[in-house]
């Protein structure tokens, strides 16, 4: 059996994606189960579009994630260069190849010259596609003489190569996920292989470098599904044979309904309503705006999705609306789902060069990279017995590319969050002690004290940041006290109450189980319920009526603090 090889090969024109993120991984996770190699080519001949430190940030951000590739631009390996704008020897050998065949012509066609002919084409209500039934009547060396093309060539014409599609050939496609399936050469257009500067294109580059690097499974997006065929009969001009492909579904984006809520419904209104007065500038923003948040108003009801229906009673602005609201909720996840939501879909964060914007990042929102993986890994495979907590090992162990489904997988920030709760659980204390003091909180108390913070509160925590926000009454005393909280505890008697059982705290080891024994002996002998003591106290403590047991928080803070916040509590319901 041939050695499985895998590629990722990104272009470094932006922040790495979830959706690529999660290829990557399916990239890596079929290499290890199979004892194969994972490779990481960066495809940067989309000179046009290149953005300065994507490369670098795509290299880090698969490190963060567990993703690290055999060979690679930084690591190297016997196939390299492993970046594509320094391979172009090696694919000006395969042009001068490709154009001694029948699969190939260059074509001298200037782009004003194919908006001329394109604008023809559609005077007439036909569109316009450089194909078999036009390439005849083009400036190409189809149509042209030898004496005419050698000419051009003399004259240094710019040209660029041109696939030249069999006619009326019907393809018969296999892949892995999808299975078999047909295309008839008719269909297709005429690719450009290699630009006018010498440069091939993504079409004829990857095969070159797939055939050289020995790959032979290529896992990738469906939305590369209508290439497949010009890329088999790629291999089959130069007489190569093809790798095994995979297309992998979309991923969605999120349900809606789980998103917007009466907190957020306003940011999130005004983020559609400025995309679609930028679309859409002949109507008013303040009438958009309210015809939006009437919608998103109704998002949990069961009629929401009929809502957006057309009806012909709907004035201009109605179904504009109604129409950018349902491809807006639809379809593909994308950067802007994450900007308008608030959730983020690149692993680290990225700023734009151009802009200096900050798209957030996974990382700096809190989330583990083991919880990270976990939850990419499941948009679109299902591990045996719907196990759906997996380490890294025991995702490759498993990975099947026949049980990655066809159909898209809906990202969910719920179930992202519940992957990071269910990480945080596992993570020992002292894990947790490093990570938080490596955040950026102030953290100003001893290693000791902070341990048995973390074990009273990451029950409680999505990320590590909670273990400090949801226990602040460790690190403060409360400024405010809840007013419903206040209402439910305190009565008239309570600052005796409390005032006297802060006396008798002077005598006792201040210990979690000598002061609960405290607490309970105190209620028992002033014939008080339990909670009349024990609510007061934690609104003392804590300003509300919330977290871990009361002894444990006054064992933490000490016995001169806890007096202290008795004594403010007390002052403050005078």
């Known amino acids: 059996m041939e050695k499985v090889r895998v590629r990722f090969a990104p272009s ?12 990557a991984l399916y990239d890596y996770l079929f290499a290890k189960n199979q004892g194969g190699e994972f490779v990481l080519r960066i495809e940067d001949t989309d000179t046009a579009r290149y953005v300065e430190g994507a490369e670098e940030y795509i290299e880090e951000a698969l490190e963060w994630c567990g993703i690290i590739p055999d060979e690679s631009p930084k690591k190297g390996g016997k196939f390299a260069p492993y970046r594509q704008s320094e391979r172009r020897d090696i694919y000006d050998r395969y042009t001068e190849q490709i154009l001694t065949t029948d699969y190939a012509y260059i074509a001298f066609d200037t782009p004003e010259e194919l908006d001329a002919v394109r604008a023809e ?11 078999n039934k036009t390439r005849n ?31 009326d050939r019907t393809l018969n496609l296999e892949d892995i996920i999808r299975g078999h399936s047909s295309v008839n050469t008719n269909t297709l257009d005429d690719k450009v292989l290699v630009k006018n500067d010498g440069m091939p294109t993504y079409h004829f580059a990857n095969i070159i470098d797939d055939h050289e690097m020995e790959i032979s499974h290529v896992i990738r997006g469906e939305e590369w599904l209508p290439s497949l065929g010009l890329h088999t009969l790629l291999y089959e001009a130069m007489g190569w044979e093809a790798p095994q492909f995979a297309h992998l579904s979309l991923i969605l984006k999120p349900d809606v309904s789980t998103l917007i809520n009466k ?113 990419v890994s499941l948009l679109g495979w299902s591990p045996a017995d719907d196990k759906e907590v997996l380490s890294l090992d025991e995702m490759a162990k498993e990975f099947d590319l026949n049980k990655v489904h066809k159909a898209g997988a809906r990202f969910s920030k719920e179930k992202s969050e519940w992957f990071n709760h269910q990480y945080i659980q596992l993570k020992s204390d002292e894990e947790l ?54 209402k439910k505890a305190w009565n008239d008697e309570t600052s005796a109450v409390l005032g006297e059982f802060a006396e008798n705290l002077g005598t006792i080891e ?26 007061p106290l934690r609104l003392a403590l804590v300003g509300e009526l919330k977290g871990p047991d009361v002894p444990d928080i006054m064992e933490l803070i000490g016995k001169e603090e806890s007096t202290s916040r008795i004594n403010n509590a007390i002052n403050n319901f005078k």
């Not at 005077?123 to 194909?131: E, R």
């Not at 983020?344 to 990270?372: I, M, Q």
């Open 263 to 375: 907190d957020n419904i306003d940011s999130i209104t005004k983020s559609f309503t400025e995309e679609f007065v930028a679309k859409n500038n002949e109507f008013s923003f303040e009438e958009s705006a309210a015809l939006i948040k009437s919608f998103f108003s109704e998002v949990k009801s069961p009629r929401f999705k009929s809502m957006l229906g057309e009806n012909e009673k709907d004035n201009s602005l109605t179904a504009s609306v109604k129409q950018f609201l349902k491809k807006g909720l639809s379809g593909k996840l994308s950067k802007r789902d994450g900007d308008k939501f608030g959730f983020p879909v690149f692993p680290l964060n990225f700023t734009d060069s151009k802009t200096g914007n900050v798209s957030k990042g996974y990382r700096e929102s809190g989330y583990l990279p083991d919880a990270f993986i976990n939850m």
């Open 433 to 486: 002690l490093q990570i938080l003091k490596s955040s950026d909180l102030n953290l100003n108390i001893e290693d000791e004290k902070l341990l048995k913070i973390i074990s009273l509160m990451k029950e409680r925590a999505t990320f590590p940041k909670d273990i400090y926000e949801n226990g602040k009454f460790f690190f403060e005393a409360p400024a405010s006290y809840d007013e419903k909280a206040s």
């Open 137 to 167: 009547q083009l400036r190409n060396s189809i149509a042209l003489s030898q004496e005419e093309v050698q000419k051009l060539l003399d004259e240094k014409t710019p040209y660029v190569v041109r696939f030249k599609m069999p006619i």
């Open 510 to 535: 201040y210990t979690s189980e000598t002061l609960k024994q405290a607490i309970h002996d105190f209620a028992e002998n002033k014939g008080l319920g339990m909670g009349k003591v024990m609510m």
């Open 12 to 23: 470094p024109t932006g922040p790495l994606h979830l959706g690529g993120v999660r290829t």
């Open 121 to 131: 084409f559609e005077a007439k209500g036909d569109v316009f596609s450089y194909d």
